[in-house]
T-cell receptor, first 112, second 114 residues
Framework: TQLLEQSPQFLSIQEGENLTVYCNSS?????LQWYRQEPGEGPVLLVT?????EVKKLKRLTFQFGDARKDSSLHITAAQPGDTGLYLC????????????FGKGTSLLVTP | EADIYQTPRYLVIGTGKKITLECSQT?????MYWYQQDPGMELHLIHY???????EKGDLSSESTVSRIRTEHFPLTLESARPSHTSQYLC?????????????FGPGTRLLVL
């Protein structure tokens, strides 16, 4: 059973367009993280959100944690080819025995 | 920049060989993890450790074994590799005392078993 559902699975857009990717669950998380993974590399943390309704901005990237702490979104404004990669969300559940559950990821391609 | 290293980066071996994938971190983190990642699939946790002499199996059954004799080192061993073990293996670490579970990943080892 997939704990975290990410959508869309694939996204191909042109430079300058805006996009939003989603991470949804029926479970409540104490925190949720977004990672970006480039081909041949390990995931790199972009942001951690911990409070329901929290919004964090990282340059052109805006992250939001749902009020109920079950879902999150990542919005990219004016996408650039350097944004290309696999975006993974991961949820932390306290008392789960081990820490993070990962979604399958959204594979983003930004063409010039 | 995370200080976590994995070797080898790429490995092609024949069926039946014994292999060890190395993972080292210089951040003094207590917690370390091994994930398996296949294309289009989520990261699956196969082993984790809370510190020296602590090892646990993750949510994905794996024929591999791990050891944690030193804080900085968390090697993964396959006694007899099979083609079904072909995958990317990612090592990660985190601070046990951290407020949130932030995991730092190595670059991965891409394994191909012929």
């Amino acid at each position: 059973t997939q704990l975290l559902e990410q959508s869309p699975q694939f996204l191909s857009i042109q430079e300058g367009e805006n996009l939003t990717v989603y991470c949804n669950s029926s479970s409540v998380f104490s925190s949720l993280q977004w990672y970006r993974q480039e081909p041949g590399e390990g995931p790199v943390l972009l942001v951690t959100v911990v409070t329901g309704g929290e919004v964090k901005k990282l340059k052109r990237l805006t992250f939001q944690f749902g009020d109920a702490r079950k879902d999150s979104s990542l919005h990219i404004t004016a996408a650039q080819p350097g944004d290309t990669g696999l975006y993974l969300c991961a949820g932390e559940r306290k008392n789960s025995g081990y820490a993070l559950n990962f979604g399958k990821g959204t594979s983003l391609l930004v063409t010039p | 920049e995370a200080d976590i290293y994995q070797t080898p980066r790429y490995l092609v071996i024949g069926t039946g060989k014994k292999i060890t994938l190395e993972c080292s971190q210089t951040m003094g983190h207590d917690k370390m993890y091994w994930y398996q990642q296949d294309p289009g699939m989520e990261l699956h946790l196969i082993h984790y450790s809370y510190g020296v002499n602590s090892t646990e199996k993750g949510d994905l059954s794996s024929e591999s074994t791990v050891s944690r004799i030193r804080t900085e080192h968390f090697p993964l061993t396959l006694e007899s590799a099979r083609p079904s073990h072909t995958s990317q293996y990612l090592c990660a670490s985190s601070d046990l005392g951290g407020r949130e579970e932030t995991q730092y990943f190595g670059p991965g080892t891409r394994l191909l078993v012929l």
